[in-house]
């Protein structure tokens, strides 16, 4: 496998390895809805309609992170799924531990983002996101898939690696508190770090975390993870690339994923990221925010 270690691969790779054996392709997509003066309440919506309407990577599946990717019991969205819930998920889409697997979205890559990180906490190695997600794949004219997709084969997963890279909350109240030697980045827009606007209960950040907005790793031109060395500048500007623990966090822990990624696509492997970020934390009232 070209760039084994390399979180990114080509949509130019892509398209010419689609007969791959072990390679299976899966879509992330969710939209968040704005509210409306009628109905204020944003909300999350699968993608599985443009999946099936407006074309896919020939032979990709549909993984819902609504359901199968996330633990539909918790009480907050979009929860890492457990152990169980993560195979019997992987292994209904003909995913084995040992498959090669490469995520997109039709977004900015934050979910396909998410659930590389889901099949990363759970030790699945071969794992990669696809760099320009669906909008480059199909603005460079690649063969684009239409009409009903072909159901999947169930397969046995099989056991998954060791739990790795997550942070929770008594995690991130260590850094914070200087117990644990660490660095925590928010990747949420300015406004939304600085609390001067607010989509949650409490607004602003978890103090001591420098904010590194996730818009800052994309390249707007094709959409694609900036270049190796813009994102060493980008997170050296706010935090010191010298091994210590870095733990990413946003609003909800689909932004933050990004920020994993990019850290993995520069090597740097000390991360963590907060499954929960805001909505877990300000759900303890002793838990401080900082405004500014």
Excluded at 5 to 18: K, R
Excluded at 143 to 157: K, N, R
Excluded at 171 to 185: K, W, Y
Aim: charged share 20%; glycine share 8%.
């Amino acid at each position: 496998m070209e760039q084994a270690t390399f979180p990114l691969l080509s949509t130019n790779w892509l398209a010419e390895h689609l007969e791959q054996a072990d390679l299976v392709i899966l879509e992330s997509t969710i939209f968040m809805e704005r509210g409306t003066a009628a109905s204020p309440t944003s909300r999350f919506r699968s993608g599985v309609a443009e999946f099936n309407a407006e074309g896919r990577i020939p032979g990709a599946r549909f993984a819902d992170l609504f359901m199968q990717f996330s633990d539909p019991d918790a009480s907050l969205p979009f929860t890492r799924p457990n152990g169980a819930q993560f195979r019997a998920a992987a292994g209904y889409l003909g995913v084995k531990a040992d498959s090669t697997v490469v995520i997109y979205d039709r977004l900015a890559g934050q979910w396909a983002a998410r659930l590389w990180w889901i099949f990363r906490s759970f030790g699945h190695a071969n794992v990669y996101v696809l760099n320009g997600g669906f909008k480059k794949y199909k603005k460079e004219q690649h063969v684009i898939e239409t009409g009903p997709h072909s159901p999947s084969t169930e397969v046995d997963y099989g056991a998954s690696g060791p739990e790795d890279f997550v942070a929770f909350r008594n995690d991130v109240t260590r850094v914070m508190a200087g117990q644990h030697s660490g660095s925590l980045i928010c990747l949420l827009k300015p406004d939304d770090y600085s609390g001067a606007i607010s989509v949650r209960s409490r607004a602003g950040h978890i103090p001591t975390s420098v904010n590194l907005p996730f818009t800052d790793l994309l390249d707007d031109n094709d959409n694609t993870i900036r270049a190796a060395d813009e994102l060493r500048a980008a997170f050296s500007s706010v935090v010191p690339l010298d091994g210590r623990l870095i733990v990413t966090y946003c609003g909800g822990g689909i932004a933050s994923t990004l920020g994993a990624l990019a850290l993995a696509a520069i090597g740097y492997t000390n991360t963590l990221e907060y499954d929960g970020s805001l909505v877990d934390w300000i759900t303890d009232p002793q838990a401080p925010m900082e405004l500014g």
